[in-house]
């Protein structure tokens, strides 16, 4: 994006995924939207502490509120008897994310079923009486051209303005983080076909969407440190800088990995350093929703 001097504009998105998760979750949105650098979060509409996560929401109006889409990993909105060909014997989605996109691909039944579930997580989401600021899915799962082209499809009847693509830009982020240089190019590389069909059809429907997504191979390690680098060296366009952030571990089967840095990731978005580097760079983070709206 640039403004009609030709000068290149960077805007920044901060995400919380997995809202609704926990309480631990749902307490660190909070509170790192309060007094740190958090714009929006990405609400789990069937997790355990959903209904807290809303209620909290409720509270935070400036704070930009999405769908993060369960189809994989994680409980259904649907009886199990109706959608059976999308989960398992204890009724949850599976958590492998290739068996579970072949799965969809290849059978009728199972694609069907599929719009059936995301209708009712829409359906959820509208019930809270929100607005859907963006759109998102656990372990980045709409990138299957079926769920891509579901979710655009639904669009216009569930107020759907704005899609992440989970697309990380290798080599800058590796200049900015300093690491993992073959992981971000092995990945870059396998996701590249299927986000780039994803954007096509978004820009075709008039969805907006972010150019990269920052912490994409830092997944669980966005401690103070690297999300001040990241910021640092922020690229032109829209980033969406995302986080997993908790203010305490938790157990049970939806708990995150051990390797999760849950409370460091919470707390590098109130670090004092982050803070001022963000003011360094004089970027304000943004909703999804801003980018919808028509320039000044």
Not at 61 to 78: F, I, K, S, T
Not at 176 to 185: F, H, V
């Amino acid at each position: 994006m640039r403004h009609d001097n030709g000068r290149a504009v960077k805007q920044l998105i901060v995400t919380a995924d997995d809202f609704g998760l926990a309480p631990a979750v749902n307490e660190a949105v909070e509170q790192a939207h309060r007094r740190g650098i958090l714009s929006a979060a990405s609400l789990m509409v069937t997790a355990s502490a959903a209904g807290d996560a809303v209620d909290r929401a409720r509270r935070l109006p400036e704070l930009g509120v999405g769908l993060h889409l369960v189809l994989v990993d994680g409980r259904p909105a649907l009886p199990p008897d109706e959608i059976p060909d999308l989960v398992g014997s204890d009724g949850r989605f599976p958590t492998d994310v290739t068996v579970a996109g072949i799965n969809i691909f290849c059978r009728p039944r199972a694609r069907a079923q599929l719009e059936h579930e995301i209708r009712a997580q829409l359906e959820l989401f509208r019930k809270t009486g929100l607005a859907l600021d963006h759109v998102n899915s656990h372990h980045h799962f709409h990138i299957h051209p079926t769920i891509a082209a579901t979710l655009v499809r639904l669009a216009p009847q569930y107020g759907i303005k704005a899609i992440r693509v989970p697309t990380e830009r290798p080599i800058e982020s590796w200049h900015a983080a300093g690491d993992r240089l073959l992981r971000r190019l092995l990945a870059s590389i396998t996701q590249v076909p299927w986000t780039r069909s994803l954007r096509r059809q978004l820009d075709r429907a008039g969805i907006r969407a972010n150019d990269c997504v920052l912490g994409l191979s830092d997944t669980g390690d966005m401690r103070a440190d690297r999300v001040a680098r990241y910021l640092a060296n922020l690229p032109e366009g829209v980033s969406e800088l995302y986080v997993h952030a908790a203010v305490e571990r938790w157990s049970g089967p939806e708990a995150w990995p051990q390797n999760y840095a849950c409370r460091g990731e919470f707390e590098a978005l109130i670090d004092a350093n982050v803070l001022a580097t963000l003011h360094r760079v004089g970027v304000r983070p943004i909703t999804f929703a801003a980018l919808t709206q028509p320039a000044a």
